[in-house]
């Protein structure tokens, strides 16, 4: 058990003249005169004796102004005691020493911790402007007017354009653009096979039928390969295949399927599939290829990803 110090006024050796607040644990920035020495802060102050009587009214008091002057000469040679001890010294910097205790004990140790803000890593989730498919491992960018849809009919990771609209070929809401990513199934690993493969899984799911098996655009009628290509695609050799489609309503459209292989795990490939509708001003063949190559690997950089970037393994 210790037993600190209790507050009070004590001299200042580096201020001679002056007495400094003791709060009971450290020193204060209050001084004050010696001269005031009677005072005390508010709340603070010695304790109070019972009203003394006058000794020569005839009620005893000079007994009792003796047994007052004894206890005051103790108080003094205490007082002279603790002022002794506070005048040994001050620390390095200036500051009074603090009082002595009448019995030491360890005080506690804080230890340092860094602020939430200094800490914390920005969620890449939380970000409106990014896609981020956890499971396979890469992050997408959403255009301006695009969203990120919290839940989709096939609850996979998915970007599509904001505004919706009438199907031209079934009871049900379309989107002129949408972007969506997958883990490619099967032994295949192959980029160029995978995207050549998804293509047709692309064209259909986009313009022929939909997961509800509803034609939202009267079904294809033809297609035309504009673009197939080796590319890179989050630092990873991956392969482009594209299609132009033309649909039995409505104005067609474009699909894309890019294949390439994870940058996490067991490398599973990733296919990232694009549909786009014809002639809408906003939804240029350029756009696809922006959002290919803002393809990034999931807490990656820049730098090392992207179409036009050297050929990783």
């Known amino acids: 058990m210790s037993f600190a110090t209790p507050p009070g006024w004590y001299p ?12 009971g644990a450290s020193w204060t920035a209050h001084t004050r005169p010696v001269a005031a020495a009677h005072a005390a802060p508010e709340g603070f102050g010695p304790p109070s004796f019972p009203h003394q009587r006058d000794p020569h009214d005839g009620s005893g008091g000079g007994s009792r102004t003796k047994v007052l002057a004894i206890t005051l000469c103790g108080v003094l040679v205490l007082g002279a005691a603790v002022t002794g001890a506070v005048l040994l010294g001050r620390d390095d910097s200036g500051t009074p020493a603090a009082p002595p205790t009448t019995a030491s004990s360890p005080a506690p140790v804080t230890t340092p911790t860094a602020s939430a803000s200094a800490s914390a890593e920005p969620d890449p989730d939380e970000d409106p402007t990014v896609l981020v498919d956890q499971l396979n491992g890469v992050t997408l960018p959403v255009p301006k007017g695009w969203e990120k849809p919290e839940n989709t009919s096939d609850d996979i990771p998915t970007i599509r354009t904001e ?3 009438d199907c031209p ?9 949408t972007v969506t990513t997958h883990t490619a199934r099967g032994a295949e690993n192959d980029p160029e096979a995978l995207a050549e493969a998804d293509i047709v899984t692309a064209a259909d799911r986009a313009f022929e039928e939909d997961s509800l098996g509803r034609r939202t655009h009267g079904g294809i009628r033809s297609h035309k390969v504009i673009e197939a290509r080796e590319l890179t695609v989050a630092g990873r050799t991956g392969y482009l295949v594209r299609w132009q489609v033309t649909t039995g309503k409505g ?3 474009y699909v894309q399927s890019v294949a390439f292989p994870s940058s996490v795990g067991t490398e599973t490939p990733v296919i990232v599939r694009f549909a786009f509708d014809a002639d809408i001003p906003d939804l240029p063949l350029s756009l696809m290829d922006t959002i290919t190559r803002g393809i990034r690997p999931l807490g990656g950089s820049g730098a090392s990803s992207g179409v036009g970037a050297s050929i990783g393994p």
Do not use: V
């Open 251 to 253: 104005p067609g459209g």
């Open 12 to 23: 200042d050796t580096g201020a001679p003249g002056l007495e400094r607040w003791w709060d």
């Open 169 to 177: 070929g079934a009871a049900s809401f379309c989107y002129h653009g």
């Open 163 to 165: 505004q919706s609209y």
